[in-house]
């Protein structure tokens, strides 16, 4: 097998875009609420199966499906966050039990996700599990619209994000509980209503990702779990405590994961191509070297302290 | 031959006893460690997968049985050979059995080291993330390294209690006496580790664990060591949830990489825990034993209610264990038996020397002496310069 790179370089472009808008989710989700949400990537399958059912159901363009996808997620996120997470924060439970709440919503999320992909192929015989939906994307000049549509919109998201978060009061706000949230409560800010809100960014922006996802790669309802590692190890090698991050985080670890697999499997022994479904070990290995060298991420390095460690060295 | 109850009760005890195992490890991880450990599947798969690649290859070579002979691709006809021989050969089963066994508890303390090495000293959502990541990669390797545990085909187990189907007792049918002594093998195990578990958390460490779990920096103020502590625990509990995995392979005579999912090996054990009470043994034997039986009883009762809902019961199995976990930890999230505080043992050896002071206080001829302060079971000794 060769190496094809413009190929390779597609791939990585999508599944980059696509992994950096679950990871701003999940970052902003962290931030606020300090918890991982182990329920990210089943957010995100919502959007995977609304693309489904605007695409096959009601025959429409998948563009359409970005919207109701945006809200669908969004609205999700607000229910696992008001339902589940809220009251036990008020409570002061543990992160560890916030993160087995998470876990818990993921699974009921997933079931559902189950029975609704069995109700549409049972009732409207359709493909609900394993389908791809590149048919329905539009051509630019050759290539398939998603190719254009998720990197632009990863850009148009951070422009949105970086303008809220500094322009905007509520963004102030935002930043302000984000920080410190009883000194935020003790100015006037409705600090509930901000982790709403960023509850609900989060769940919209997974919702976004999941719709342009089957345009590209394989939907099954559990196509959500498995992303997660790579949501993880984007936010991580990204940074946690920083939004931006996630962005530098979510393109390194998408084209490292399809570069580095594309790679290995082009050469020939011992590598080949039966190294390709051992993918989601690039995400881990990712993780576990960030949290070795640079627990904080790559935003989250000191260059003013590695630069003086580096003088040091040369003095000594 | 064995009745119908009988038979659902013995079934119930043979996923009964894995489960209680793979509990009992979590709540010392989690209930007394307050370690989140989303990859349990990667110690039971662990587990599972040595068992499918050791003993039969051993008893291959011991045997000279295959010889020229693909393992995995020839695997049941050279495992339908092992245990023709074995069936006869006690000494060698048993033997084997503990070979295995130790190796798993080997291997599935590696593969705990190996996993936390890197973040134990992180927060806890780090631990958790990694913990996720490394449940998943295992099983992609299970699935996809056919040497290992035949890839998506599963591999076929020798069986090192095929012995018992020789002889009959109780008018047993020779299949039934080697269920019922593997059931039994696994019930007295888990017993074994039950009374494992207890000691450990009565222990010394088991109080150095809690502290490190409620408060971190005061355990560290203390001079505990927090993450060589925390690092033991995971190390202990990953065997022991191998032990789990093992078993059951050997249970079900074959291992298949599909079977160790997240759900069943990851999720049901945390479902279990905080059903019972994390830290206390007890409670999550309740609770792993509850939540068995009730999923017993819902695919014995499945094909009845099944013809009436458009999809498959399994989700609606998820749904509501689901929703029972989100409901617990909203309204109980102590559990059935709620965390006890830890009888201590008491130390043997000479009794601390009587205190004199009572008698003379109470005859009120001299009370200048009177002592004030605590009442300690031992005495300070004081340095006088």
Known sequence: ?316 | MLSGESLFMLDLVATFAPYMIITLSLNLEYGFGGVPNFGKTLAVAGGAFMVGYLPGRILAGIMGVGQGMDYVAQNAQIITEINNRLVFNVPLSLGILLITLVAVILFGAFLGLLVTVPVVRLRADYLAMTFLAAGEVILVIGNNYPPLVGGTLGIGVPDPFGWASTFSVLGLSPGEMRNVTVTLFMAITAIIIFLYAQKLTHSPLGRVLRAIRDDENSALALGKDVTSNRLKVIIFASAIAAIGGALYAFYTANVISTAYSRVSWTFWPWVMVMLGGAANNLGVVCGTFIFVAVRKLIIFYKDIFGPFIPFDVVWLDMLLLGAALVFILLYKPEGLLPEKPIKTIKIEGPPPPKREAPEETSSSQAPSKKKVGLKLPFKFKVRKK
């Open chain 1, 1 to 316: 097998m060769v190496l094809d790179i413009i190929s390779a370089f597609k791939d990585a472009i999508v599944f980059s875009s696509l992994l950096t808008l679950l990871t701003i989710g999940m970052t902003l989700t962290y931030l606020t609420t300090k918890v991982p949400n182990f329920a990210h990537g089943s957010i995100a399958t919502v959007g995977i199966y609304f693309a489904l059912i605007t695409t096959k159901l009601l025959g429409l363009n998948i563009y359409l499906g970005l919207l109701p996808s945006f809200f669908a997620g969004g609205v999700v996120a607000i229910l696992q966050y008001i339902v589940i997470l809220r009251p036990l924060s008020k409570r002061n439970a543990s992160i560890t039990t916030m993160m087995v709440a998470t876990i818990a919503f993921d699974f009921l999320l997933l079931s559902g996700l189950n029975i609704l992909a069995d109700y549409l192929s049972k009732s409207f015989l359709i493909i609900s599990r394993y389908f791809l939906l590149k048919g329905f994307d539009f051509f630019l000049m050759g290539e398939r619209g998603v190719l254009l549509i998720s990197p632009i919109l990863v850009i148009a998201i951070t422009i949105a994000l970086y303008l809220l978060l500094t322009r905007t009061k509520f963004g102030v706000a935002m930043r302000a509980t984000i920080e410190n949230p009883p000194l935020a409560g003790t100015v006037g800010i409705n600090a509930d209503l901000v982790y709403i809100v960023s509850w609900f960014v989060a769940g919209g922006l997974a919702g976004l990702a999941g719709c342009l996802l089957p345009l590209w790669f394989i939907g099954n309802p559990d196509t959500g779990t498995f992303i997660l590692i790579s949501i993880f190890a984007a936010a991580v090698t990204g940074g946690l405590y920083n939004i931006y991050g996630a962005i530098i985080g979510g393109y390194t670890v998408g084209f490292a994961e399809i570069f580095l697999i594309r790679y290995l499997a082009s050469l020939s022994d011992p590598f080949g191509a039966w190294i390709i479904p051992y993918r989601p070990v690039i995400p881990l290995l990712a993780m576990v070297i960030t949290l070795m060298l640079a627990p904080r991420g790559i935003t989250g390095i000191d260059v003013k302290r590695l630069r003086s460690m580096f003088r040091r060295n040369r003095n000594a």
